[in-house]
């Protein structure tokens, strides 16, 4: 369906919600204002694929980022955060307009972010940052709409996988040395960590282990081809995927770390930019990437937990306090976060802002907030509760009718059903899912329906077993 056609239905529809958060734009334009003397600079960067529990300061064992956990160890962590989607596009969306995917609408790289959408570039532009991007893959096009507000938009998509963030850390260092005075906002996207797992020596062998299934380059094909296959891929292929998946993440580090010694992380004192003016630096991810922990290969449809938590880490020496945030955390506040601690004028979102926890006041976002995920095809809410933390998934194909309860928070991958041992979790979750206006891609809302003993059982067989394909 063409994004044109797609938005039309939308009309028809009444996504008038939708549409009211889309619709307004009324910011002044570029140039018209100036951004403040003490303005910092921003840096965004998203490493595509990056499940927190791989990192070293997520708990990992393997030192896979050195050059992150020294700024994981300056920075304020947030210890949970769920990504908006399991895909690339929808995630970064959010992240850029601080709306969730049923209010931007944009779920795979065949729509356009709407023109109306205003987003985190947009508005520093219009308050007087430059505004400079760079990305990694086709899914970044212009036409996918996520350049909007950049003055300057690369997509590396076309340079060899291995070359591409070389490219990216060079465009950065000659960002940062600019002299030119006004502040800067850059979003870089960095996609090694992303299947093929055919990092160079010495990143590649790393983390050697069990018996890999498929040559480096080959690696990307192998998870298409058995994102199923459980029984097929034995647990000794597993741990050489992880060892490899692994070894891309030390390598993206690597990529990362002229970077963040430029600006001074790990050192004596942050660095300032060329302009004089300190640096904000934003690090996250767009999704993780599954291991067969609940039968399944890579990423992009299910809403597992090794599909959906993500790090995020803000480093502003002397602005943001070096702390673990334990509030729980979705891709939607990332923009009402910077906006507020840059002092840009804030602007509507679905999500919350961190800004004063993070520069050292009392948690302003509620630990038991309800948190919101999406995919085409499977929508969940999830909640921390003096009882755990609960993840509530349903599928909108069913009419919602088939949801799976589960407990999250002691081992995240245990798939089994918690709906008889806590019946007011999920009675109160699923009022948190229904009361959610959810919508799928055709913009179409989710209707209750009864269950019936046929659907329940085949939503026990889910846990995330039997799917659509992506
Ligand atoms: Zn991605």
Redesign the pocket.
Known sequence: MSPTLLLLMLTLVGCRWIEDRLGRRDLPPPAERTAPDDAPNVLLISI??LRSDHLPFYGYGRATAPALTRLAAEAAVFELVYAASP??DG?HATMFTGLHQSEHGKFSHEQRLDAGALTLAEHLHAQGWRTQGWASTYKFIVRSGLDQGFDQWTNVHKTEKNERSAKITAGLLRLIDDPAPAPWFAFAHYFDV?APYAAPEPYASAYVAGVAPAAPAETGDYISANRKSASKVRPAHIEALKGMYDGQIRFVDAQLAPVLERLGVGGARPKPAANGRPTLVVITS??GEAFMEAGYLG?SVYLHEAIVRVPWMVWWPGAVRPIRVPQPAMGVDLLPTVVELVGAPAVESSGLSFASQLRGGAPTVPDDRVLMLQSPQYWAVAQRRPEGLFKLTTRPKDGGAARLLQRVDIDRHDPREQRESHPVVYAELSRALESFPFKDPQGRSVQRTDISAEEREQLEAMGYIEHDED
Do not use: F, I
Request: proline share 0%.
């Open positions: 595509d694929t895909a690339t995630s992303h767009d999704h990423h």
